[in-house]
Structure formats: C-alpha cells, structure tokens
C-alpha cells in the first residue's frame, strides 16, 4: 500500500479507529517477532467504536504476513466478515467465525488474539491442560476455560459453544487447536497471551522430569496478587513499552 492509498484509509476513519488500526498492527508485528505467527494463518482482531448494534472489526489482510501488517492494511469487515470500507486484500470468512462468535458473544471484548504455537498446541493436546507448576501458569489459571476440538472452525453452528465454554475468561485453550486471549483493549489481549504462551512454554520444557504444582490456596490468591502488581492497569503497564519496541524493529507499522 503507496503512501496515497494509507492517507487515503486515514482520512476515511476516526481518531479513535485509526488508534486501534495502530495497536493491532503493532500487535500483529509483535506476534511475529515472538515467533508465534503460523505463516498466513491465524487472526487477530479488534472492534472498532461505533453505534452498539453497528458492529465493525478489524482484521489481517488474508495472504499477509504478520510482519508485513499496518495499520492502513488492515480489513474493516462487519459480523459476517464481509468488507464495509474498500480495501484492495481479501479476507478469510472461515478463519473469523472464532472471533466473530466471541466478540458478538462479549460486547466487553475489544480484541481477540489467537495462536497456533507449537507449546501452545502441545498443552491443548494434553488431557491435564495447563498444570499450576509455575507464577505464570498461576495467572492463566485464574480465568481459563477450554473449549473441545470440532474440526477446522469453518462451521457456525460451533459459535455458541464456544462463547459457553468461554464464558467470562480471559484466557482460552482450544483443544488439538492454540490458544486465545480476550480483552477490553489490544494491551490486555497481548499481556495475557505474552503470559499463557510463556506458562505452556514452561510446562512442556518441566515435563521432562517429576513437576511440583502450586499449593491451591496460592493459585486462588492470584487474580488479587496481579492487580497489585500491575497497578490496576492491566496491558496498558507493558503496552508503552511495546510499542518503543516495535518501533525500534521497524516503525512501518504505523503507516
């Protein structure tokens, strides 16, 4: 996309949508840089502020890297993933029926950010799931849910079950499938899946010899414990320096 084409897009959208278009970018760029893209595959996507019964997401351009992703490139489709604003890349129907299941399932949920990482997949493939043997893992425990494994997720009919099993949580293993992460905000969905994809790196590295799980009564103490720690500010206590990160990688993603 040419200079023209992105002042273009800019013009066409709000302050507040192009901030978000910025964050998911930057998101998109840090998925990447952590290793944990899956090529052209996976989505991460975001709401963008409008009318409550008007809903509009943004989405990775289909056939793009992660790391090639900007904020001027990415797709503004609505529920059915069909486009509402010109864009000259396709998008994926079947790679949205996760995201668009849980963000008409849970208006609180600004971004949905999901994963095919190689620990994350091992952990969703294993019939304890997440065991309490590390602080992050702890955290993760602390609004996991799992959602069982019905095929590639190309079929609507799976969309009410998967906003059941994830009900109110933050955290998400899709089972045989990765991991997911909902928040109010792109800093928050990045946090927790910084922290869930960090506990099943753990677990898979500890499984090669006898684990220690965490005393119950420390595991119920977390939610309160995190808070304090992050000041009550959620992603945002990392996503500042994200962000300079990112910007140090290659600034482009901002255009």
């Excluded at 990775?60 to 489709?77: D, H, Q, W």
């Excluded at 997720?153 to 045989?176: S, Y």
């Excluded at 997911?180 to 922290?195: E, K, R, Y």
Aim: net charge negative.
């Amino acid at each position: 996309m040419n200079a023209k084409q992105q002042n273009d897009i800019r013009a066409q959208v709000s302050a507040e949508e192009w901030r978000i278009r910025v964050d998911l970018a930057a998101c998109y760029r840090l998925v990447a840089h952590y290793g944990w893209d899956d090529i052209v595959f996976t989505h991460i996507s975001a709401r963008v502020p409008g009318p409550y019964d008007v809903h509009h997401f943004l989405i990775n351009p289909y056939g793009m890297m992660f790391e090639e992703i900007t904020a001027s490139s990415l797709v503004k489709v609505d529920e059915q993933c069909s486009k509402v604003l010109d864009s000259p890349y396709p998008v994926n129907p079947a790679g949205f029926v996760i995201h668009s299941a849980i963000h008409a399932g849970r208006p609180d949920v600004e971004c949905v950010l999901h994963t095919h990482t190689p620990d994350g997949i091992a952990v969703s493939a294993q019939a304890g799931g997440l065991l309490p043997i590390s602080q992050q893992a702890t955290i993760a425990l602390a609004s996991l849910a799992y959602h069982g494994y019905e095929g590639i997720a190309v079929n609507d009919a799976e969309k009410p079950r998967l906003v059941n099993d994830l009900g109110n949580n933050v955290n998400f293993i899709l089972r045989n499938h990765g991991l997911l992460t909902v928040g109010p905000s792109v800093a928050d969905a990045f946090l927790a899946m910084f922290n869930l994809q960090r506990a099943c790196e753990i677990q898979v590295r500890a499984q090669a010899a006898a684990l220690t799980e965490v005393d119950p009564r420390i595991v119920a103490g977390v939610k309160a414990n995190v808070e304090k720690v992050t000041k009550g500010l959620g992603g945002q206590i990392a996503w500042p320096a994200l962000l300079r990160k990112v910007e140090r990688l290659d600034p482009s993603y901002k255009s």
